[in-house]
């Protein structure tokens, strides 16, 4: 199993960015996908998470993501996606992609897989 993220940047505040992660190996529909970040000197934290089939049209965010940031997915092309709007310079962080079996969980610790990450930089 791989994770491939991409589609981070420099960006000025207010700005938008998507980021995407694409994912290779067993059957991606029926996996969870979540997002995470991790700012400087700080512990990684949950972004968002998306279920797979068994748990169709379960969404997390957490509470800095909602109504900025949303993430979607793609089975046909494995990849998920995570639309950040009205960014702000907190929002610096690398963005790491993950994935596990069974629910949306905000724990890092639940998830088995991760990608490299793909570092955002906000402006102000």
């Known amino acids: 199993v791989q994770l491939q993220a991409s589609g981070g940047g420099l960006v000025q505040a207010g700005g938008s960015l998507r980021l995407s992660c694409t994912a290779s190996?067993?059957?991606?529909?029926?996996?969870?996908m979540g997002w995470f970040r991790q700012a400087a000197g700080k512990e990684r934290e949950f972004v968002a998470g998306i279920s797979g089939a068994t748990y169709t049209g379960s969404i997390k965010y957490a509470d800095f993501a909602k109504g900025r940031f949303t993430i979607s997915r793609d089975n046909a092309k494995s990849t998920v996606y995570l639309q950040m709007d009205s960014l702000k310079p907190e929002d610096t962080a690398v963005y790491y992609c993950?994935?596990?079996?069974?629910?949306?969980?905000?724990?890092?610790?639940?998830?088995?897989?991760w990608g490299q990450g793909t570092e955002l930089t906000v402006s102000s």
């Open positions: 190996g067993r059957t991606f529909s029926d996996t969870v």
């Open positions: 993950a994935r596990r079996t069974g629910a949306v969980i905000r724990h890092a610790n639940a998830y088995r897989s």
